[in-house]
């Protein structure tokens, strides 16, 4: 009798700590969650009103120090929605340290990378269609929405991951419209609801 009320006891506070244990995580979680949501809203709040970002063509980018970072949006305002999609869709590409966190916040250092990747990359017969397939796929009809120091460094980008990580013309496309910096609305999902 003395055995089973203490194995009763045993496996009731096994199961109070697993309900602890959950809770806790549940909470942890749920910390965690709100504190990226603040600081996406606060990284959009600042970079919404930052303009070292400009529509020029890569010389722009010559002038630049290397510790300089391009901020904000190039042509239309940044929309709340669409950068928080933006930034969650780019996760999913952070084991690949090529492709820009932020398309709204960008270091010189990388972009001017990017541009030395447009410049000595050449692709093969192969992955040259895939490039000109995603051209065809991507939202703004290539790299960029005109042939801006952004196009020209997302190109390099293409090249890269299709040299480097077998990216599809669909990956590429993707990427493409994720680093999208220009501002506006819309949604991401629908730009690719065909692909």
Request: aromatic share 12%; hydrophobic share 35%; net charge negative.
């Amino acid at each position: 009798m003395e055995i089973r009320i203490k194995k009763s006891v045993f496996y009731s506070a096994i199961a109070i700590l697993v309900l602890f244990a959950v809770g806790g995580f549940w909470v942890l979680s749920s910390q965690q969650e709100q504190h990226i949501e603040e600081n996406l809203e606060e990284n959009f709040a600042y970079l919404s009103n930052t303009r070292t970002n400009a529509c020029r063509g890569p010389g722009f980018i010559d002038d630049m120090d290397e510790g300089a970072r391009l901020q904000g949006s190039c042509c239309s305002p940044m929309d709340l929605h669409r950068y928080r999609e933006q930034i969650e869709g780019l996760e999913k590409y952070a084991y690949i340290q090529e492709i820009p966190e932020d398309p709204y916040d960008i270091p010189v250092s990388q972009v001017r990378e990017l541009l030395d990747y447009q410049k000595t990359i050449q692709l093969n017969a192969d992955q040259q269609k895939v490039y000109d397939d995603a051209i065809t796929l991507s939202h703004e009809g290539g790299p960029c929405c005109c042939k801006c120091w952004r196009w020209y460094a997302f190109e390099g980008l293409a090249k890269y991951l299709i040299v480097e990580y077998d990216f599809n013309a669909e990956q590429i496309a993707e990427v493409w419209d994720l680093e999208d910096g220009c501002g506006g609305s819309g949604h991401i999902q629908d730009m690719h609801a065909d692909v």
